[in-house]
């Protein structure tokens, strides 16, 4: 593994990590973008170590689309709850109307979120040959 896919594991551990920390403290918007940035950064360590340049989209399954074709079994994620967890990218981080999202977001959102994050990121680990 190189260098620059091992940087781009780190910080999808760092971002689970956090998302994990603000669940934790009652921030669940906040948990469920972070496992999303997770999740996020653990595919493109995957399309980056297979010699591809990750494409600029936020979105789960455009990413894993993005892995299909290179020959990679990605059967594990197709159960991923990974179109929710991108439409938490902005869905948490603006006001819709009247509400902000920490009155939207809770524990029954952050802890699927988390759940995907941490598969995407076994999965990423695994294919990579780093299990831990």
């Not at 995957?46 to 789960?60: C, E, N, R």
């Not at 699927?112 to 990423?124: C, H, K, R, S, W």
């Amino acid at each position: 593994m190189t260098p620059r896919v091992e940087a781009w594991l780190r910080q999808a551990t760092s971002d689970l990590a956090v998302a994990r920390l603000t669940a934790s403290a009652g921030f669940h918007a906040q948990a469920c973008y972070h496992a999303g940035q997770a999740a996020e950064k653990a595919l493109k360590a995957l399309l980056i170590a297979s010699g591809t340049k990750p494409p600029y989209s936020h979105s789960l399954s455009n990413l894993v689309a993005a892995l299909a074709p290179l020959g990679l079994d990605i059967t594990a994620l197709d159960g991923l709850r990974l179109r929710q967890l991108s439409r938490m990218g902005s869905e948490t981080r603006y006001p819709e109307d009247d509400e902000a999202p920490v009155d939207r977001f809770d524990a029954n959102d952050s802890a699927p979120a988390l759940a995907t994050a941490e598969a995407v990121i076994q999965f990423a680990r695994a294919t990579l040959g780093q299990d831990s």
